[in-house]
């Protein structure tokens, strides 16, 4: 079977290249991404002095602690990303998760609607890392 994360097709026109996020702190992007990613299947990918990123198929997220940053949190409710959004398999995964990113450091966002804060047909978890980033995680 293929490695999904070494894929030689080519990648329909519009597909997601990479996402790049500046961090303020990256030993603890690592900390808080690496996990998660490699839980969702996403493999290391590269690894330099100020940066990270970690790949699944033809798509790779880097984080990177530039010295042009102009700010020290990543703010969600300004004008940019708001959050980033996976699929996760199963309801129960997304449980999982949940309970690994609350001890990684991440906070449950929204928890009074919680896991139902999508809406009565949705099962996720919403969750933010002591950075400000967002991530939802949706079971399918």
């Known amino acids: 079977m293929p490695d999904p994360t070494t ?15 500046w961090v303020p702190d990256l ?15 996403y493999t290391l990918h590269q690894n330099w002095q ?23 949190r990543h703010d969600r409710c300004a004008p940019g990303l708001n959050h980033l959004a996976f699929h996760v398999p199963t309801a129960g995964e997304v449980d999982t998760l949940t309970e690994k990113a609350l001890e990684q450091g991440w906070t449950l966002l929204f928890p009074d609607r919680h896991p139902r804060a999508g809406g009565p047909h949705q099962y996720a978890a919403y969750l933010e890392n002591s950075d400000g980033f967002e991530i939802e995680l949706v079971a399918h």
């Open 7 to 21: 894929s030689t097709a080519s990648p329909p026109a519009g597909a997601l290249h990479h996402v790049e996020i």
């Open 27 to 41: 030993a603890r992007a690592i900390t808080e991404w690496g996990w998660l990613l490699e839980n969702l299947g």
């Open 50 to 72: 100020n940066g990270r990123s970690w790949r699944q198929g033809h798509t790779y997220l880097v984080f990177e602690q530039s010295p042009a940053l102009t700010g020290h």
